[in-house]
Protein backbone atom coordinates (compact mmCIF):
# COMPACT_ATOMS: atom_id res chain seq x y z
CA UNK A 1 0.00 0.00 0.00
CA UNK A 2 2.61 2.58 0.63
CA UNK A 3 4.51 2.08 -2.42
CA UNK A 4 0.67 2.37 -4.52
CA UNK A 5 0.92 5.77 -1.95
CA UNK A 6 3.73 7.05 -3.07
CA UNK A 7 3.02 6.66 -6.69
CA UNK A 8 0.09 8.39 -6.53
CA UNK A 9 1.62 11.24 -4.47
CA UNK A 10 4.66 11.39 -7.20
CA UNK A 11 2.25 11.33 -9.96
CA UNK A 12 0.12 14.60 -8.12
CA UNK A 13 3.86 16.27 -7.71
CA UNK A 14 4.39 15.70 -11.48
CA UNK A 15 1.19 17.37 -12.74
CA UNK A 16 1.83 20.49 -10.51
CA UNK A 17 5.17 20.57 -11.87
CA UNK A 18 4.93 19.91 -15.23
CA UNK A 19 2.35 23.59 -14.58
CA UNK A 20 4.96 24.91 -12.73
CA UNK A 21 7.61 24.57 -15.69
CA UNK A 22 5.21 25.84 -18.45
CA UNK A 23 5.05 28.84 -16.31
CA UNK A 24 8.64 29.54 -16.11
CA UNK A 25 8.98 28.55 -20.00
CA UNK A 26 7.16 31.60 -20.49
CA UNK A 27 8.75 34.07 -18.16
CA UNK A 28 12.42 32.58 -19.24
CA UNK A 29 12.36 30.51 -22.29
CA UNK A 30 13.88 27.41 -20.68
CA UNK A 31 11.53 24.58 -22.01
CA UNK A 32 10.11 22.46 -19.94
CA UNK A 33 10.23 19.89 -21.91
CA UNK A 34 13.84 19.44 -20.72
CA UNK A 35 13.01 19.64 -17.21
CA UNK A 36 10.48 17.19 -17.24
CA UNK A 37 13.32 14.65 -19.43
CA UNK A 38 15.75 15.92 -16.34
CA UNK A 39 12.94 14.24 -13.92
CA UNK A 40 13.08 11.24 -16.17
CA UNK A 41 16.95 11.02 -16.15
CA UNK A 42 17.30 11.24 -12.11
CA UNK A 43 14.04 8.25 -11.83
CA UNK A 44 15.53 6.33 -14.12
CA UNK A 45 19.09 5.93 -15.59
CA UNK A 46 20.84 7.87 -12.74
CA UNK A 47 18.84 6.60 -9.69
CA UNK A 48 17.60 3.35 -10.95
CA UNK A 49 14.04 4.35 -9.42
CA UNK A 50 11.80 3.32 -12.34
CA UNK A 51 12.85 1.46 -15.38
CA UNK A 52 10.83 1.21 -18.66
CA UNK A 53 10.34 -2.83 -17.58
CA UNK A 54 7.82 -1.53 -14.66
CA UNK A 55 5.57 -0.26 -17.47
CA UNK A 56 5.67 -3.41 -19.37
CA UNK A 57 3.62 -3.46 -22.78
CA UNK A 58 2.00 0.09 -21.60
CA UNK A 59 5.07 1.95 -21.82
CA UNK A 60 5.08 1.84 -25.80
CA UNK A 61 0.60 2.05 -25.83
CA UNK A 62 0.96 5.32 -23.26
CA UNK A 63 3.66 6.63 -26.22
CA UNK A 64 1.56 5.79 -29.35
CA UNK A 65 -0.96 7.62 -27.54
CA UNK A 66 0.41 10.48 -26.98
CA UNK A 67 1.47 11.14 -30.01
CA UNK A 68 -1.50 10.56 -31.54
CA UNK A 69 -3.37 12.92 -28.76
CA UNK A 70 -1.04 15.26 -29.93
CA UNK A 71 -1.17 15.26 -33.61
CA UNK A 72 -4.85 15.16 -33.25
CA UNK A 73 -5.26 17.92 -30.94
CA UNK A 74 -2.96 20.43 -33.03
CA UNK A 75 -4.33 19.17 -36.53
CA UNK A 76 -7.33 20.53 -35.27
CA UNK A 77 -6.52 24.09 -34.71
CA UNK A 78 -4.91 24.41 -38.45
CA UNK A 79 -6.53 26.37 -40.34
CA UNK A 80 -6.82 25.38 -44.34
CA UNK A 81 -5.37 28.75 -45.56
CA UNK A 82 -2.22 27.96 -43.33
CA UNK A 83 -2.06 24.60 -44.13
CA UNK A 84 -1.83 24.63 -47.96
CA UNK A 85 0.87 27.52 -47.63
CA UNK A 86 3.02 25.63 -45.70
CA UNK A 87 2.56 22.30 -47.85
CA UNK A 88 5.61 23.51 -50.06
CA UNK A 89 8.06 24.34 -47.15
CA UNK A 90 7.06 21.19 -45.73
CA UNK A 91 7.69 18.81 -48.03
CA UNK A 92 11.16 20.16 -49.09
CA UNK A 93 12.08 20.55 -45.80
CA UNK A 94 10.97 17.01 -44.34
CA UNK A 95 12.26 15.69 -47.94
CA UNK A 96 15.92 17.20 -47.82
CA UNK A 97 16.51 17.30 -44.27
CA UNK A 98 15.63 13.29 -43.79
CA UNK A 99 18.08 12.40 -47.06
CA UNK A 100 20.70 14.84 -45.77
CA UNK A 101 20.49 13.62 -42.00
CA UNK A 102 20.44 10.20 -43.18
CA UNK A 103 23.90 10.32 -45.18
CA UNK A 104 25.83 12.26 -42.71
CA UNK A 105 24.71 9.99 -39.51
CA UNK A 106 25.45 6.73 -42.25
CA UNK A 107 29.28 8.66 -43.08
CA UNK A 108 30.08 9.27 -39.54
CA UNK A 109 29.48 6.04 -38.52
CA UNK A 110 31.01 3.99 -41.24
CA UNK A 111 34.20 6.09 -40.55
CA UNK A 112 34.08 5.28 -36.91
CA UNK A 113 32.43 1.80 -36.43
CA UNK A 114 33.19 -1.54 -38.20
CA UNK A 115 29.51 -1.77 -39.21
CA UNK A 116 28.16 -2.70 -43.09
CA UNK A 117 27.49 0.15 -44.80
CA UNK A 118 23.85 -0.76 -45.04
CA UNK A 119 22.97 -0.94 -41.77
CA UNK A 120 25.13 2.55 -41.03
CA UNK A 121 22.39 4.08 -43.99
CA UNK A 122 20.18 1.66 -41.45
CA UNK A 123 20.84 3.94 -38.51
CA UNK A 124 20.86 6.89 -40.23
CA UNK A 125 17.35 6.44 -41.52
CA UNK A 126 16.09 5.55 -37.92
CA UNK A 127 17.25 9.12 -36.35
CA UNK A 128 16.07 10.88 -39.83
CA UNK A 129 12.57 12.00 -38.49
CA UNK A 130 11.66 14.56 -36.09
CA UNK A 131 9.19 13.93 -33.34
CA UNK A 132 5.58 15.69 -33.12
CA UNK A 133 5.65 15.15 -29.38
CA UNK A 134 8.53 17.53 -29.01
CA UNK A 135 8.24 19.62 -31.63
CA UNK A 136 4.25 20.32 -30.90
CA UNK A 137 4.64 21.27 -27.07
CA UNK A 138 7.72 23.83 -28.23
CA UNK A 139 6.24 25.28 -31.42
CA UNK A 140 2.38 26.34 -29.72
CA UNK A 141 4.53 28.29 -27.29
CA UNK A 142 7.14 30.45 -29.35
CA UNK A 143 6.59 33.78 -30.74
CA UNK A 144 6.72 32.24 -34.50
CA UNK A 145 4.29 32.89 -37.60
CA UNK A 146 1.55 30.29 -38.12
CA UNK A 147 2.91 29.02 -41.75
CA UNK A 148 6.08 28.54 -39.99
CA UNK A 149 4.84 26.55 -36.89
CA UNK A 150 2.36 24.71 -38.97
CA UNK A 151 6.02 23.57 -41.13
CA UNK A 152 7.44 22.44 -38.39
CA UNK A 153 4.33 20.44 -37.37
CA UNK A 154 3.60 18.51 -40.41
CA UNK A 155 7.32 17.98 -40.93
CA UNK A 156 7.44 16.15 -37.55
CA UNK A 157 4.49 14.32 -38.02
CA UNK A 158 5.71 12.90 -42.10
CA UNK A 159 8.79 12.41 -41.39
CA UNK A 160 8.20 9.65 -39.42
CA UNK A 161 6.66 7.65 -42.61
CA UNK A 162 9.96 8.27 -44.22
CA UNK A 163 11.97 6.70 -41.54
CA UNK A 164 9.45 3.56 -41.01
CA UNK A 165 9.43 2.57 -44.31
CA UNK A 166 12.81 3.48 -45.60
CA UNK A 167 14.43 1.66 -42.07
CA UNK A 168 12.10 -1.40 -43.05
CA UNK A 169 13.41 -1.27 -46.96
CA UNK A 170 16.89 -1.44 -45.92
CA UNK A 171 16.29 -4.31 -43.14
CA UNK A 172 14.74 -6.10 -46.33
CA UNK A 173 17.80 -5.02 -48.56
CA UNK A 174 19.95 -6.39 -45.54
CA UNK A 175 18.80 -10.12 -45.25
CA UNK A 176 17.34 -10.42 -48.87
CA UNK A 177 20.31 -8.40 -50.21
CA UNK A 178 17.62 -6.61 -52.89
CA UNK A 179 15.85 -3.51 -52.53
CA UNK A 180 12.03 -2.99 -53.71
CA UNK A 181 11.88 0.45 -54.59
CA UNK A 182 8.87 0.57 -56.44
CA UNK A 183 7.39 -0.99 -53.06
CA UNK A 184 9.02 1.41 -50.67
CA UNK A 185 7.92 4.44 -52.95
CA UNK A 186 4.56 2.85 -52.97
CA UNK A 187 4.16 2.44 -49.56
CA UNK A 188 5.47 6.17 -48.65
CA UNK A 189 2.32 7.29 -51.31
CA UNK A 190 -0.31 5.20 -49.57
CA UNK A 191 0.91 6.08 -46.27
CA UNK A 192 0.07 9.52 -46.99
CA UNK A 193 -2.76 9.56 -49.62
CA UNK A 194 -4.68 6.70 -48.19
CA UNK A 195 -4.14 7.01 -44.79
CA UNK A 196 -4.80 11.11 -45.53
CA UNK A 197 -8.08 10.37 -47.19
CA UNK A 198 -8.96 7.91 -44.45
CA UNK A 199 -9.09 10.68 -41.75
CA UNK A 200 -10.88 12.93 -43.96
CA UNK A 201 -13.53 10.13 -44.55
CA UNK A 202 -13.73 9.94 -40.76
CA UNK A 203 -13.99 13.43 -39.80
CA UNK A 204 -16.74 14.40 -41.52
CA UNK A 205 -18.67 10.91 -40.75
CA UNK A 206 -17.97 12.14 -37.06
CA UNK A 207 -18.62 16.19 -37.52
CA UNK A 208 -22.35 14.44 -38.76
CA UNK A 209 -22.51 12.33 -35.62
CA UNK A 210 -20.93 14.45 -33.00
CA UNK A 211 -24.27 16.64 -32.08
CA UNK A 212 -25.77 13.04 -31.73
CA UNK A 213 -23.30 11.93 -29.28
CA UNK A 214 -23.18 14.95 -27.11
CA UNK A 215 -26.35 14.10 -26.24
CA UNK A 216 -24.76 11.05 -24.52
CA UNK A 217 -24.05 11.13 -20.95
CA UNK A 218 -20.12 11.98 -20.01
CA UNK A 219 -19.54 11.57 -24.24
CA UNK A 220 -16.63 14.09 -24.38
CA UNK A 221 -14.63 11.56 -24.69
CA UNK A 222 -16.31 9.60 -27.60
CA UNK A 223 -13.89 11.83 -29.88
CA UNK A 224 -10.43 10.95 -29.28
CA UNK A 225 -12.07 7.24 -28.63
CA UNK A 226 -12.80 7.61 -32.15
CA UNK A 227 -9.71 8.66 -33.48
CA UNK A 228 -7.65 5.88 -31.89
CA UNK A 229 -10.29 3.24 -33.92
CA UNK A 230 -9.54 5.52 -37.02
CA UNK A 231 -5.79 5.27 -36.11
CA UNK A 232 -5.64 1.32 -35.39
CA UNK A 233 -7.53 0.74 -38.94
CA UNK A 234 -5.34 2.92 -40.72
CA UNK A 235 -2.23 0.89 -39.06
CA UNK A 236 -4.49 -2.35 -39.57
CA UNK A 237 -4.67 -1.03 -43.47
CA UNK A 238 -1.33 -1.02 -43.53
CA UNK A 239 -0.92 2.95 -43.90
CA UNK A 240 -0.19 5.57 -41.33
CA UNK A 241 -2.36 5.80 -38.52
CA UNK A 242 -0.60 9.20 -37.10
CA UNK A 243 -1.02 10.88 -40.52
CA UNK A 244 -4.84 9.58 -40.69
CA UNK A 245 -5.36 10.89 -36.78
CA UNK A 246 -3.77 13.89 -38.41
CA UNK A 247 -6.03 14.48 -41.00
CA UNK A 248 -8.91 13.65 -38.90
CA UNK A 249 -7.90 16.66 -36.93
CA UNK A 250 -7.46 18.89 -39.68
CA UNK A 251 -10.90 17.86 -40.93
CA UNK A 252 -13.06 18.43 -37.66
CA UNK A 253 -11.24 21.78 -37.08
CA UNK A 254 -12.30 23.22 -40.54
CA UNK A 255 -15.41 21.17 -41.33
CA UNK A 256 -17.15 24.88 -41.65
CA UNK A 257 -14.94 25.64 -44.06
CA UNK A 258 -15.62 22.92 -46.88
CA UNK A 259 -18.88 25.09 -48.60
CA UNK A 260 -19.27 22.61 -51.77
CA UNK A 261 -19.06 18.70 -51.11
CA UNK A 262 -20.69 16.57 -53.89
CA UNK A 263 -22.37 14.68 -51.72
CA UNK A 264 -23.23 16.62 -49.28
CA UNK A 265 -27.31 16.93 -50.29
CA UNK A 266 -27.38 13.42 -49.63
CA UNK A 267 -26.94 13.74 -45.92
CA UNK A 268 -29.34 15.21 -44.12
CA UNK A 269 -27.14 16.71 -41.28
CA UNK A 270 -24.86 19.58 -41.29
CA UNK A 271 -21.23 19.02 -40.30
CA UNK A 272 -20.45 20.84 -36.65
CA UNK A 273 -17.00 21.17 -35.31
CA UNK A 274 -15.67 21.52 -31.63
CA UNK A 275 -17.20 23.83 -29.08
CA UNK A 276 -15.07 25.88 -26.48
CA UNK A 277 -15.63 23.11 -23.67
CA UNK A 278 -14.21 20.27 -25.99
CA UNK A 279 -11.27 22.56 -26.81
CA UNK A 280 -10.44 23.08 -23.57
CA UNK A 281 -10.86 19.02 -22.60
CA UNK A 282 -8.26 18.02 -25.43
CA UNK A 283 -6.26 20.77 -24.75
CA UNK A 284 -5.91 19.34 -21.38
CA UNK A 285 -5.55 15.77 -22.13
CA UNK A 286 -2.54 16.50 -23.90
CA UNK A 287 -0.58 18.52 -21.28
CA UNK A 288 -1.05 15.44 -19.42
CA UNK A 289 -0.16 13.45 -21.73
CA UNK A 290 2.99 15.64 -22.68
CA UNK A 291 3.98 15.81 -19.19
CA UNK A 292 4.36 11.88 -18.41
CA UNK A 293 5.63 11.41 -22.18
CA UNK A 294 8.98 13.15 -21.54
CA UNK A 295 9.36 12.13 -17.69
CA UNK A 296 9.19 8.41 -19.46
CA UNK A 297 11.56 9.53 -22.41
CA UNK A 298 14.47 10.51 -19.64
CA UNK A 299 13.83 7.17 -17.85
CA UNK A 300 13.92 5.59 -21.00
CA UNK A 301 17.26 6.45 -22.19
CA UNK A 302 20.53 3.99 -21.39
CA UNK A 303 23.85 5.14 -20.56
CA UNK A 304 26.29 2.36 -20.02
CA UNK A 305 28.27 2.44 -22.78
CA UNK A 306 30.57 5.73 -22.73
CA UNK A 307 31.91 5.29 -26.48
CA UNK A 308 28.15 4.85 -27.70
CA UNK A 309 27.34 8.17 -25.56
CA UNK A 310 29.86 10.15 -27.04
CA UNK A 311 29.48 8.64 -30.62
CA UNK A 312 25.57 9.49 -30.21
CA UNK A 313 26.42 12.93 -28.93
CA UNK A 314 28.67 13.39 -32.55
CA UNK A 315 25.88 12.24 -34.59
CA UNK A 316 23.77 14.44 -32.70
CA UNK A 317 25.98 17.84 -33.19
CA UNK A 318 26.15 16.61 -36.94
CA UNK A 319 22.69 16.63 -37.23
CA UNK A 320 22.03 20.14 -36.11
CA UNK A 321 25.12 21.44 -37.76
CA UNK A 322 23.75 20.38 -41.16
CA UNK A 323 19.88 21.24 -40.35
CA UNK A 324 21.13 25.21 -41.01
CA UNK A 325 21.98 25.13 -44.51
CA UNK A 326 18.67 22.43 -44.90
CA UNK A 327 16.64 24.99 -43.42
CA UNK A 328 18.37 27.89 -45.71
CA UNK A 329 17.87 25.82 -49.15
CA UNK A 330 14.42 24.45 -48.05
CA UNK A 331 12.41 27.14 -46.82
CA UNK A 332 10.88 30.11 -48.59
CA UNK A 333 12.92 33.59 -48.09
CA UNK A 334 10.10 35.39 -46.89
CA UNK A 335 10.41 33.66 -43.39
CA UNK A 336 11.37 35.51 -40.90
CA UNK A 337 15.09 35.32 -39.59
CA UNK A 338 14.10 34.18 -36.05
CA UNK A 339 11.42 32.13 -37.37
CA UNK A 340 13.97 30.21 -39.80
CA UNK A 341 16.39 30.46 -37.01
CA UNK A 342 14.06 28.11 -34.72
CA UNK A 343 13.07 25.93 -37.35
CA UNK A 344 17.13 25.13 -37.62
CA UNK A 345 16.67 24.35 -33.59
CA UNK A 346 14.27 22.04 -33.78
CA UNK A 347 15.06 18.61 -35.34
CA UNK A 348 14.49 16.50 -32.28
CA UNK A 349 14.06 12.79 -32.39
CA UNK A 350 11.59 10.84 -30.42
CA UNK A 351 9.38 7.91 -30.73
CA UNK A 352 9.77 6.56 -34.11
CA UNK A 353 13.63 6.59 -33.29
CA UNK A 354 13.09 4.32 -30.48
CA UNK A 355 10.46 2.05 -31.75
CA UNK A 356 12.55 1.44 -35.14
CA UNK A 357 16.01 1.41 -32.70
CA UNK A 358 14.75 -2.00 -31.72
CA UNK A 359 14.03 -3.77 -35.20
CA UNK A 360 17.59 -4.31 -36.35
CA UNK A 361 18.60 -6.22 -32.90
CA UNK A 362 15.15 -8.10 -33.28
CA UNK A 363 16.08 -9.03 -36.81
CA UNK A 364 19.35 -10.36 -35.86
CA UNK A 365 21.18 -7.91 -37.48
CA UNK A 366 25.20 -8.10 -36.97
CA UNK A 367 25.67 -4.80 -35.13
CA UNK A 368 21.89 -4.48 -33.69
CA UNK A 369 22.58 -3.79 -30.05
CA UNK A 370 24.87 -1.03 -31.41
CA UNK A 371 22.77 0.80 -33.60
CA UNK A 372 19.46 0.31 -30.68
CA UNK A 373 22.01 2.30 -28.47
CA UNK A 374 23.37 4.95 -30.34
CA UNK A 375 19.65 5.83 -31.30
CA UNK A 376 18.81 6.10 -27.80
CA UNK A 377 21.88 8.16 -27.12
CA UNK A 378 20.81 10.51 -30.11
CA UNK A 379 16.97 10.47 -28.98
CA UNK A 380 18.33 11.98 -25.63
CA UNK A 381 20.44 14.61 -27.14
CA UNK A 382 18.84 15.71 -29.75
CA UNK A 383 15.83 16.80 -27.27
CA UNK A 384 17.89 18.32 -24.85
CA UNK A 385 20.05 20.22 -27.57
CA UNK A 386 16.50 21.53 -29.19
CA UNK A 387 15.41 22.60 -25.64
CA UNK A 388 18.46 24.18 -24.74
CA UNK A 389 19.12 26.16 -28.87
CA UNK A 390 15.23 27.16 -28.18
CA UNK A 391 16.34 28.64 -24.37
CA UNK A 392 19.34 30.28 -26.35
CA UNK A 393 18.12 31.92 -29.47
CA UNK A 394 15.16 33.21 -27.01
CA UNK A 395 17.35 34.72 -24.23
CA UNK A 396 21.10 35.64 -25.95
CA UNK A 397 23.16 36.54 -28.52
CA UNK A 398 23.61 33.59 -30.16
CA UNK A 399 19.92 34.91 -32.23
CA UNK A 400 22.70 37.03 -33.93
CA UNK A 401 25.07 33.99 -34.82
CA UNK A 402 22.54 32.09 -36.34
CA UNK A 403 20.76 35.04 -38.33
CA UNK A 404 24.63 35.56 -40.33
CA UNK A 405 23.76 32.21 -41.59
CA UNK A 406 19.76 33.51 -42.67
CA UNK A 407 21.09 36.82 -44.22
CA UNK A 408 19.17 37.98 -46.64
CA UNK A 409 15.26 36.39 -45.19
CA UNK A 410 12.17 37.90 -44.00
CA UNK A 411 12.82 40.83 -46.60
CA UNK A 412 10.49 39.87 -49.53
CA UNK A 413 6.83 40.38 -48.41
CA UNK A 414 5.20 37.79 -45.65
CA UNK A 415 2.83 35.35 -45.45
CA UNK A 416 -1.04 37.09 -44.42
CA UNK A 417 -0.90 35.06 -41.09
CA UNK A 418 1.32 35.49 -37.86
CA UNK A 419 3.61 38.15 -37.02
CA UNK A 420 5.01 40.42 -39.73
CA UNK A 421 8.82 39.60 -40.57
CA UNK A 422 9.41 43.46 -39.70
CA UNK A 423 8.18 43.53 -36.46
CA UNK A 424 10.55 40.44 -35.18
Given amino acids: MDEVAVSITSVGILVFLAHLFTSIFRQTKLPDVLLLIIIGLFLGPVFGLVTPVHFGAVGSVFTTITLIVLLFEEGSG ?24 MAAVATV ?79 IL ?8 LGIGSGYLWSI ?32 GYIAALAFGVTLGNIGTFKILPWRRYIPHNPITFNEIEKVFFSEVAFLLKTFFFVYVGLSVQLTDLWVVSL ?8 FALRIPVV ?21 KGLAAVVLASIPLHEGIEGGELIQNMAYAVVLFSIILTALLVFLLERTNLAKVYGCFF ?3 GRRGTPSSGTPASAR
Fill in 407 to 409: AGF
Fill in 328 to 348: RLSVEKFTPVADASLMAAMTP
Fill in 312 to 319: GFLLTVTI
Fill in 78 to 101: ISLDVLWKAMRGTSSLTLVSFLVT
Fill in 190 to 197: SSFILASL
Fill in 109 to 187: AMALTEMDPIVCYMLGAIVGSTSPAVVVPLVRQLDMQESSRTILFLESAVSDVFSIVVTLALVELYKLGQLRLGLMVGH
Fill in 209 to 240: LLNKVRTLKNAIFTTPAFVFVVFGIAEILGYS
